[in-house]
């Protein structure tokens, strides 16, 4: 069993080439093999999202604050509330982030495959991001 106080959990900027928006990133948990597992808590200002991407093994997203949006590439956009459980199937493309007046956090919990558990792809437009 291991604890990670608070103080000690690694936290940073969400990288720009896969958010828009200053994101911040809190990485709660991180395997090793023969694991695969890792669990983040992302918080995103108004306008703040993703850029589309996919997970090999899927997604669970638990939201614990604020409003945000998530969408599937084709879909209508969900909104997003604090309790809320989303789970994204393997190889769906998707984003998810805040609303634009609203920020979000969210505990997103993914498995990696051959050490990745997400392809990124482009940034979400402003027109899909707005619907």
Known sequence: ???TPKAEIPTGPGP???FTGAVTIERLHETAP???SNAVRVT???G???AWHTHPLGQL???TEGEGWAQTEGQPRLVLRPGDVVWIPPGERH???ATAQSAMTHVAVQEAV???AADWQEQVSDADYLG
């Open 48 to 50: 703040a999202r993703t």
């Open 44 to 46: 995103f200002p108004p």
């Open 61 to 63: 997203l638990i939201v």
């Open 114 to 116: 051959d050490g990745s």
């Open 1 to 3: 069993m291991k604890l």
């Open 34 to 36: 023969p694991s695969r």
């Open 16 to 18: 720009a080439a896969y």
């Open 95 to 97: 984003w998810h982030g």
